[in-house]
């Protein structure tokens, strides 16, 4: 590396690399570990208490992390702040799904359910631009760290926003509507039924892989806590894209072998350096923006990420909510998961050829995988929501979020073993494109155990007379048509002017 000069110049330096155990340890168990098991109380406590007080304490917590993780000076201080931050945002998905569940009829809550989770690919997607090139721009001189200002500093605003919103009626809705047993049911009864652990499953395998008048609250209040949710996920997918630059600055981290940024564009040679390969043990989310740059350094596929998530990725949320909803009058629950088996096995051919094609080809197909498997998190949650009572709706929220969380957050790590064995890039094959393929089939195994369509008993009618009681039909109103009778008195009427001495 160090022999690679021209004129004087390098080519090549060592320097943080923003990979290495820090970084594993600042992008996953700090976040999961706390994310799964508050997600789980707060769950518990949004069927209890005021769900809207709940959010807003929530909001303004991971947005309170978020401004101080732009103030940190030591690696330490990055960990605890993304833990607080994990705290904040583990109570927007069981919060919200109630209340916006309450606050939308069946019709509408795939579509509803959908634009709510696009919170994630939207900071997800907004994350790419932000953290590439805001610190170049060194407002402030603050570098990196005015990312982490900004998005703050609007969370801030939501929260405030988010306590204007009014706590809705808590509502009955799909198979609990329909029950007329009038029965509560335990909590574990719940949980443990065969289709929510298949869609558990189903969803922790997708998921390793990759938040006033009445017709204007309603979107109103879908847009708060739609946009809320974008800037939790923003704050925590930052610390992905940011990653190599905070690293520089706090001093953490593995250092290798990279590119000289201020000789790159003297001269096109090729890399004959040893490029530091992504050994992140986390889910392709986290690791795409260091897988592209690791491979194809010469490629700025920063604004291709963010309108491959931002454009196509909402595109498909919406769609995917739009097509259940269409069928779920039809063909009841089930069609939701129909939806969610069909989806995913067509975005896996594509998430294949994303990591195996060069960089045009790569956006394209993963731009049409993303359209297809983008549909599946809006959904999932509209049908978790209607297979469970309303008493323990946010509290099955909570427990789906741990299962899916710890299982889908830490299935990859099988991703560092494999890639030693066999490849980076064959270990992707597997662990992304090849669990897209595998959801879909538990997905489609979870469809069986769904009810169809609820059939509304017809209206009895009345053919002919019954055999005991009266027909109303032979009754008539015959007022104004005979004149009143007048009976005749059994006593002879008093004597005129005569008074009543009764003391009765």
């Known amino acids: 590396c160090l022999s690679l000069e021209l004129n004087g110049s390098r080519y090549c330096e060592w320097n943080y690399n923003g990979l290495g155990l820090d970084y594993q340890i600042l992008a996953g168990p700090s976040f999961i570990a706390v994310f799964t098991i508050v997600g789980v109380a707060l769950g518990i406590a949004a069927d209890k208490y005021n769900r809207v007080k709940l959010l807003t304490v929530c909001t303004l917590i991971f947005s309170i992390a978020i401004v101080l993780m732009g103030a940190v000076g030591e690696y330490w201080q990055l960990v ?7 705290a904040g945002e583990a109570g927007c998905n069981p919060l919200a799904t109630g ?4 606050w939308f009829p069946e019709k509408q809550r795939g579509l509803v359910m959908s634009i709510f989770n696009w919170g994630i690919y939207g900071g997800y997607g907004i994350a790419f631009p932000v953290g590439r090139y805001i610190p170049g721009l060194n407002i402030g001189n603050l570098g990196w760290r005015a990312c982490y200002y900004g998005a703050g500093i609007i969370g801030l605003i939501m929260a405030a926003l988010t306590f204007t919103l009014s706590e809705p ?3 009955t809705i799909g198979e609990e509507g329909a029950s007329t047993s009038g029965k509560k049911t335990g909590i574990w009864k719940v949980i443990l039924q065969p289709r929510v652990i298949l869609l558990c499953i189903a969803a922790s395998i997708r998921h390793c892989v990759a938040q006033k008048l009445q017709f204007l609250y309603k979107p109103y209040a879908l847009a ?3 946009v809320g949710y974008v800037l939790g996920e923003l704050g925590h997918y930052l610390i992905g894209v940011t990653s190599k630059a905070t690293a520089e600055d706090l001093h953490y981290g593995d250092i290798s072998c990279q590119l000289n ?4 564009s003297i001269v096109d040679l090729p890399i004959q350096c040893e490029k530091a390969k992504n050994e992140s043990g986390m889910c392709f989310a986290y690791n795409c923006d260091l897988y592209y740059r690791d491979y194809f350094p010469d490629y700025d596929l920063g604004w291709w990420l963010f309108a491959v998530t931002i454009v196509i990725g909402s595109i498909g949320v919406v769609v995917g909510g739009v097509i259940s ?8 629950i089930r069609s939701r998961v129909a939806v969610l088996a069909i989806s995913q096995i067509i975005a896996t051919p594509f998430a294949f050829s994303s990591v195996y094609f060069n960089p045009l080809w790569a956006m394209i197909t993963l731009g049409i995988s993303y359209f297809f498997a983008e549909m599946w998190f809006g959904i999932v949650f509209a049908v978790v929501v209607e297979i469970v009572p309303l008493h323990f709706r946010s509290t099955t929220i909570g427990a789906f979020l741990f299962v899916m969380n710890n299982i889908g957050g830490n299935l990859p790590i099988l991703v560092e073993p494999t890639r030693r064995a066999i490849g980076f890039r064959e270990s992707l094959y597997i662990f992304y494109a ?3 393929g595998l959801s879909s089939i538990l997905f489609f195994s979870t469809m069986f155990f769904m009810d169809g369509a609820v059939k509304e008993q017809p209206k009895p009618e009345i053919s ?13 109103n015959d007022e104004g048509r005979v004149s009143t009778l007048e009976l005749p008195r059994l006593y002879p009427p008093p004597p005129p002017h005569r008074f009543e001495n009764s003391r009765l």
């Open 80 to 86: 605890i702040l993304r833990m607080i931050l994990a």
């Open 99 to 102: 209340l916006l569940s309450d």
């Open 169 to 171: 009626e808590r509502k």
């Open 224 to 226: 708060v806590v739609s």
């Open 261 to 264: 940024s201020t000789t790159l």
């Open 325 to 332: 909803d269409k069928f779920v009058a039809k063909m009841g």
């Open 434 to 436: 090849g669990f897209y």
């Open 464 to 476: 002919k007379i019954p055999e005991s009681g009266y027909d109303n039909s032979t009754f008539t």
